[in-house]
């Protein structure tokens, strides 16, 4: 009874597919870290999840943003589980497949298809997908004031780099997005800020207050200490400068509190508004 089943269904994909009625096929592969979801249109393969992504979002996802005609047909898809396989028994090192890019658009496209370029064996910085892609970055320091040469790679790449992420971490916290309020945790933000400055840069700062260790104290003593403490460091960097000029940008952040930015050697200051 179930190989009756399952040979109907498969005449009734099948059928879909012929007739034009299957917008979206899609099947699960091997892989040697999980089961991984492709899915495919027409025009290529539009989408393949990981393992960590949930299944049913996923195809509810692609029900949404291309067609709800949408059906399970692992034979529409052996052509990429073939390559699949193929790749990781280290047989391919390259694919063959036509991709559906409709899912990606702009900035996003435009990162993508650099990444895709990326020859087998070789890497490419955020800087090169940056110059490829013809965008910005943003500069965190959270995520890259341990870096080797950090202070090289800012200044080959200033103009590049359109924001600088101010925030802090406390070394030993098991959380990468458990943040500190600057000055209570464990990276060198004076430096890093002299830093960018020096090479050139005449962009924004923004701060970033996320994590258990800031909604445990609460956004309200947060953001006051938090933009006090940039407030001094950009001070005490500011006394040690010869820059007179001043220009002031009022700009409103998530309508919590708004900044002002005094550039003598590029000064942010940060100002609540006395509600908060």
Same mark, same amino acid.
């Given at each position: %009874?179930?190989?009756?089943?399952? @040979? ?6 099948? #059928?879909?597919?012929?007739?034009? &009625? ?8 091997? =892989? ?30 692609? $029900? ?10 692992? $034979?529409?898809?052996? !052509?990429? +589980? +073939? /390559?699949?396989?193929?790749?990781? /028994? ?13 899912? =990606?658009?702009?900035? &996003? ?14 890497? +490419? ?69 002299? %830093?960018? &400055? !020096?090479?050139?840069?005449?962009? $924004?700062?923004?701060?970033?207050? %996320?994590?258990? +260790?800031?909604?445990? !104290?609460?956004?309200? =003593? ?6 006090? #403490? ?29 900044? @002002? ?7 942010? $200051?940060?100002?609540?508004?006395? !509600?908060?």
């Amino acid at each position: %009874m179930t190989a009756t089943v399952d @040979k109907s269904l498969e005449r009734l994909r099948e #059928r879909a597919a012929a007739e034009g &009625l299957l917008d979206v096929a899609y099947a699960t592969a091997d =892989s040697p870290f999980g089961t991984l979801l492709l899915a495919r249109t027409p025009q290529g393969l539009v989408r393949l999840a990981l393992p960590s992504e949930d299944v049913e979002a996923t195809l509810a996802d692609l $029900a949404s943003r291309i067609s709800p005609r949408l059906l399970e047909a692992p $034979a529409q898809l052996d !052509e990429e +589980r +073939r /390559e699949l396989e193929d790749y990781f /028994e280290g047989r391919r090192q390259e694919f063959d497949l036509p991709i559906d890019w409709q899912l =990606s658009n702009g900035f &996003l496209l435009r990162a993508r298809r650099g990444i895709a370029a990326i020859p087998y064996g070789e890497t +490419r910085t955020y800087t090169d997908l940056a110059r490829q892609a013809g965008t910005k970055v943003m500069l965190d320091f959270q995520s890259s004031w341990y870096e080797r040469d950090l202070r090289a790679v800012v200044r080959d790449n200033i103009d590049l780099i359109h924001m600088v992420q101010l925030s802090d971490f406390v070394i030993g916290t098991s959380q990468t997005g458990d943040r500190a309020v600057p000055g209570d945790g464990d990276i060198p933000l004076e430096y890093l800020v002299e %830093m960018v &400055l !020096e090479a050139g840069f005449e962009g $924004a700062f923004d701060l970033e207050l %996320m994590g258990p +260790r800031i909604e445990d !104290e609460g956004y309200g =003593s947060v953001i006051r200490r938090a933009v006090d #403490r940039s407030s001094e460091l950009l001070d005490r960097i500011e006394r040690q400068s010869s820059f007179t000029e001043e220009e002031y940008l009022h700009e409103h952040i998530s309508g919590l509190f708004a900044w @002002k930015r005094c550039r003598w050697r590029n000064r942010l $200051a940060l100002y609540l508004p006395d !509600e908060i």
